[in-house]
């Protein structure tokens, strides 16, 4: 038990840091598609809402 409960902070540190890259890149994704017109903001904000 002793094992388990010393690696948990540790997944749990790398299960944080994969979801703040991968927020990351997709707001850099984003981003960049919206400034060069290919989508829009109220894309954007309408895929947001109406995620599956």
Same mark, same amino acid.
């Given at each position: 038990? &002793?094992?388990t409960?010393?690696?948990?902070p #540790?997944?749990?540190?790398?299960?944080f840091?994969? $979801?703040? *890259?991968?927020?990351? %890149? &997709?707001?850099?994704?984003?981003?960049e598609? #919206?400034?060069?017109?290919?989508?829009?903001?109220? $894309?954007? *904000?309408?895929?947001? %809402?109406?995620?599956?």
């Amino acid at each position: 038990m &002793a094992a388990t409960e010393r690696r948990r902070p #540790r997944s749990t540190a790398v299960l944080f840091m994969v $979801v703040f *890259v991968s927020m990351f %890149v &997709a707001k850099a994704i984003l981003t960049e598609l #919206r400034d060069r017109g290919i989508i829009t903001t109220p $894309v954007l *904000v309408l895929a947001m %809402v109406f995620r599956p």
